[in-house]
Nanobody, 120 residues
Framework: QVQLVESGGGLVQPGGSLRLSCVAS????????MNWYRQAPGKERELVAT????????NYADSVKGRFTISRDNARNTVYLQMNSLKPEDTAVYYC?????????????WGQGTQVTVSS
């Protein structure tokens, strides 16, 4: 059974930090690009950060560049999102995604999401 389980969300004050974790099971996550998305109320889901299968390259949305860091530990089947200098506009449900394109097949797996609220 494929699962992505996020954790680490919560309530934090502006300027604070949180570290999200996503544990994968039921598939070989080391073959997948892993992504963090977020969705704020009334807004579309947006891609926040992405990391290659080997972890040697990553990209970020302009809105989080310099504040968020994505990383992965393939031995632990885990992806992380370190979020620093958090702002109220970072408030959203954060989702972990595993993506792989293999010849004509596309595989996409999603976690259930974890709530991040930035408020004083």
């Amino acid at each position: 059974q494929v699962q992505l389980v996020e954790s680490g969300g919560g309530l934090v004050q502006p300027g604070g930090s949180l570290r999200l974790s996503c544990v994968a099971s039921g598939f070989t996550s080391s073959n997948y690009v892993m992504n963090w998305y977020r969705q704020a109320p009334g807004k579309e889901r947006e891609l926040v950060a992405t990391i290659s299968s080997t972890g040697d390259s990553s990209n970020y949305a302009d809105s989080v560049k310099g504040r968020f860091t994505i990383s992965r530990d393939n031995a632990r089947n885990t992806v992380y999102l370190q979020m620093n200098s958090l702002k109220p506009e970072d408030t959203a449900v954060y989702y972990c995604n595993g993506h792989r394109s293999y010849f004509t097949k596309v595989y996409d797996y999603w976690g259930q999401g974890t709530q991040v609220t930035v408020s004083s």
